[in-house]
């Protein structure tokens, strides 16, 4: 083992020891205040602000973002876009509203909403499967870590650890009472990737590279790519390497000289490439820099239907997601619940100014991860590739390493806790509802998609979380948004859209999932449902609302006022009181 | 003023309400004080109907007694000291909390550990809010202040409000206001306002959709904003391929908006949309419960 992996990997460990002892802490915390409800009230709305931001920067922000952008520049960033817009759309239209409802999860909601344990369960089943949907990069993002840090290691090795570290946490500790340590997350998330980028620019300022090249990108150093999918890669200028493998359907070992266009490799080869040479890129890809730069510069025809689908699925999803909505309950009301919305919107748009700046550098520092199609592991790479192998260059990388690891675990605990939440409130499965079956649930939770991680495709981190981003918006935003905002919505409608938005999203979604891609406008649909799911959810919803008018409840306008009255009229009924 | 949707402000945050942790206790708020930027210059009071109702709370000595002093976030300078006069409680006894209050939490959003609930359990709690008709309804302040202030009195049969604009004179000098004392002894009297809105009577209902109407258009308003601003970008960027490869400060243009400026951008929209929101509750809960 390398020094730089030991660094890395003592990195790791130790955030990942951290984060389980100061959660046990946490625990003892908890139970000397007796409520952690009560407890966690007292939290201002920047340290509020600092949790909620620090569980839902995860593995696809940490490391997609920037790897994404490395890909497809700047059509990449309206991933970051949407992610932090989604928090505006919470905000606008469901945080302070859901905070007076006394709700805290989308179960909770629809039951105080409609009353109707049939939504009630169907919401169930989606926070389940938005949640593992969620959980499965995350954990891929783990076993990446590791592959990467330490060559020697298997990606489910990675995998496990996380897995088991996770579960062990929540099991034992329960991360949702201790909002400073996912505060302290964040933080750590920021100084690790922000530290990297000073260092960088300070560095890149010096011997300034352009990036408006009409040409591909070059191999920095002599660089080895091992190759693990069947890929189509384009050259537009001839390109000689070394090559070990089957390369356009014949059995290679030696030198090897492509002419410009298109060329077949099967997995398992392996290609040499020495310093200068171009790179030769994956089929679809923008080629050349100077049109990586500009933005629609892929070859899809619909690439534009794409950016607007992904633009609908990441603005209207963020509501819907099982980790964000908990951490919305700490607040003590509604109008801090809008303020602490606020400073997450800041502390994101801070935090994804940094993958930004890192996926565009990855692109004169590491592009043979575009050979590979791993460019999720950009920002892990990134460091020493730029700076070269000295000490600083291997702690920095180890920095790196240990913020990717908590972007993992905090996101994970987040999810793991939200479902198993879900799960052992919900009476069909755990009538008793103790910590036991609580406990029993978070194993449940995390053992499932640790088990999905280990067999499905792994798409780009992001993309898999803009899946579920997709099933999100198709199914609570709707439900939410029509909930608090419109008086005529029905239990049948609820249904109703539900499983219209849930059925035709999750389905197209869990294709994608395991790797089916027809290309074309299918391929497209299936890889982003949104823009088509999410508009059906809503008409449907409303359609059967008013065709079933005679089932609204007598009590709505009631309902609704609590929702959107301040609390100091005293209405809500669901202060929990304070103690002194 | 309404020309973002508010409603005219003419009462402001005098009192402030109890639940209000981040303001710690000795802070409290006044108006004109410098305590977050809900503070605005246009919700300074009106001089006239302030100084009035001072006047006659000092007339009727109808004061808050002292163990309501004693709490974290009232004003002491504004309220006089004085007997508490003919028609208070004649024990001094601060009321006793709600028999039937029950915290939500006990019975719903239960955490991992706690036993599940029925649908029926939470209907009941639900139906607490009034069920004897002979009942006090719940206070407006309802941790440390008895009802003891002032109302306009309201038309019963209030025009429906459709562009938010609530009876701007109800709270004018010189006009006829209802004193609306303590509680007596054996008899209510609670805000005519704060219970309409509680009963959802055809006031009520036309207050409390008011409010949810001018809420909705404010975020609509700013979502819409943002939705067309940053959504016609990548529209523009295929009508006008220059716009891509445009550059300012050294940065092509689709970088620069979407990589730097879409961030500030929508924390302005959050930043303007939760005052906006925040001052619509005010200016709602103001008026009807003054």
Redo the contacts between chains.
């Keep these: 083992m390398t020094p730089a992996a030991v660094v890395a990997l003592s990195c790791i460990a130790i955030v990942a020891v951290a984060s389980t002892v100061i959660g046990s802490f946490g625990v003892r915390f908890a139970r000397n205040t007796s409520d952690?409800?009560v407890a966690s009230?007292?939290v201002?709305?920047t340290a509020n602000a600092g949790a909620i931001s620090g569980e839902y920067l995860s593995a696809a922000s940490f490391l997609g973002v920037a790897g994404l952008i490395l890909k497809y520049g700047?059509d990449a960033?309206?991933y970051p876009?949407g992610f932090?817009?989604g928090?505006?759309?919470l905000?606008?239209?469901v945080s302070?509203p859901l905070r007076r409802s006394?709700?805290?999860t989308v179960p909770?909601f629809a039951?105080?909403r409609l009353?109707s344990?049939g939504v009630q369960r169907l919401c169930t089943v989606f926070v389940i499967i938005i949640g593992w949907m969620y959980l499965l990069p995350q954990l891929q993002g783990a076993g990446l870590t590791v592959a990467t840090v330490v060559p020697t290691l298997p990606a489910w090795s990675g995998m496990v650890a996380a897995g088991v570290v996770v579960i062990a946490t929540v099991v034992f500790g329960?991360m949702r009472s201790i909002t400073f340590v996912q505060a302290f997350q964040f933080w750590l998330k920021f100084t690790a990737l922000a530290l990297p980028a000073v260092v960088l620019v300070i560095y890149v300022g010096g011997n300034h590279q352009p990036f408006n090249r009409p040409a591909p990108p070059q191999f920095p150093t002599d660089s080895s790519v091992a190759i693990k999918t069947d890929v189509v890669l384009r050259v537009t200028q001839p390109v000689t390497f070394e090559a070990d493998g089957v390369l356009d359907g014949v059995r290679t070992d030696g030198l090897v000289n492509w002419v410009p266009g298109r060329h077949t490799v099967l997995s398992g080869a392996q290609l040499n490439f020495t310093a200068g040479t171009s790179v030769p890129i994956p089929d679809g890809l923008p080629i050349r820099d100077s049109s990586w730069?500009?933005?629609?510069s892929g070859d899809s025809p619909y690439q534009?239907f794409g950016?607007?689908s992904l633009?609908m699925a990441t603005?209207l999803g963020t509501m819907g997601l099982p980790h964000v909505l908990v951490r919305f309950?700490t607040n003590?009301?509604?109008?801090?619940t809008?303020?602490t919305?606020?400073v997450v919107?800041?502390f994101?748009?801070?935090f994804?100014?940094l993958p930004?700046l890192l996926g565009?550098l990855s692109r004169l520092y590491v592009p043979q991860l575009l050979v590979s199609n791993n460019t999720d592991a950009a920002v892990l790479l990134l460091p020493t590739a730029a700076l070269g192998g000295g000490m600083f260059a291997t702690l920095l990388a180890g920095l790196v390493a240990a913020g990717a690891w908590a972007a993992f675990l905090s996101t994970s605990s987040g999810l793991v806790v939200g479902v198993?939440?879900v799960l052992?409130?919900s009476?069909s499965l755990?009538?008793?509802?103790?910590?036991r079956?609580?406990r029993v649930?978070a194993v449940i939770s995390g053992v499932v998609p640790l088990g999905l991680a280990l067999v499905a495709a792994r798409l780009d981190f992001s993309q898999t979380v803009s899946l579920a981003f997709a099933v999100a918006a198709s199914t609570f935003c709707p439900l939410l948004v029509l909930g608090i905002?419109w008086s005529g919505l029905t239990d049948r409608g609820a249904m109703a859209g539900l499983l219209v938005g849930g059925v035709a999203s999750g389905g197209a979604v869990t294709l994608s999932l395991f790797g089916l891609d027809p290309g074309g406008w299918v391929g497209m649909l299936l890889n982003r449902p949104a823009l088509i799911t999410v508009p059906a959810a809503f008409l449907t919803m409303t359609v059967v609302s008013k065709l079933t008018r005679k089932r609204l409840l007598p009590?709505v306008?009631?309902l609704?006022?609590r929702l959107?009255?301040?609390?100091?009229?005293?209405?809500s009924?669901?202060?929990?009181?304070?103690f002194g | 003023m309404s020309s973002d949707g508010r409603v005219p402000s003419v009462v402001s945050d005098e009192y402030p309400e109890p639940a209000d942790p981040p303001v710690p206790p000795g802070a409290a708020r006044r108006p004109g004080g410098e305590l977050g930027p809900d503070q605005d210059g246009d919700l300074v009071p009106d001089e006239s109907p302030i100084q009035l109702r001072r006047e006659l709370r000092r007339r009727v000595g109808n004061g808050p007694g002292p163990a309501d002093l004693a709490g974290p976030d009232t004003t002491p300078g504004d309220r006089p000291l004085s007997s508490p006069g003919r028609h208070a409680r004649r024990d001094g006894q601060p009321r006793p909390p709600r028999l039937d209050y029950v915290p939500r939490h006990a019975v719903r959003t239960p955490g991992p550990g706690s036993v599940p609930v029925s649908p029926t359990d939470v209907t009941e709690v639900f139906s607490r809010v009034r069920q004897d008709p002979t009942e006090r309804p719940m206070s407006a302040r309802p941790e440390s202040e008895p009802i003891r202030l002032i109302a306009p009195v309201l038309p019963l049969a209030a025009p429906p409000v459709p562009s938010l604009e609530p009876e701007p004179e109800s709270v004018a000098p010189g006009k006829r206001e209802r004193v609306v004392l303590s509680q007596r002894k054996g008899q209510t009297r609670p805000v005519r306002t704060v219970v309409d809105v509680q009963e959802l009577t055809q006031v009520g209902e036309v207050l409390s959709s008011s409010l949810i109407r001018s809420q909705l258009a404010l975020a609509l308003r700013i979502g819409g904003i943002a939705l067309i601003t940053l959504g016609s970008l990548p529209a523009m960027f295929v009508i006008f391929p220059v716009l891509g490869r445009f550059e300012l400060f050294g940065l092509r243009l689709p970088w620069l908006l979407l990589g730097v400026l879409a961030y500030p951008f929508l924390l302005a929209l959050g930043w303007w949309y939760a005052r906006s929101a925040e001052r619509l509750e005010q200016v709602f809960a103001d008026h009807i419960q003054n």
Excluded: C, K, M, N
Aim: no cysteine; aromatic share 14%.
């Design positions: 952690f409800l009230r007292t201002g709305p700047p960033l309206w876009v932090t817009a928090y505006l759309a905000l606008l239209f302070a006394g709700a805290y909770d039951e105080f009353r344990p329960g730069l500009t933005p629609l534009l950016i607007y633009i603005f309950y003590p009301d509604g109008r801090a809008r303020r919305t606020v919107l800041a994101l748009g801070a994804y100014l930004t565009a198993a939440g052992s409130t009476p755990f009538p008793r509802g103790t910590v079956d609580f649930a905002w009590d306008p009631r609704l006022l959107h009255a301040p609390e100091r009229l005293g209405l009924q669901d202060r929990v009181r304070r």
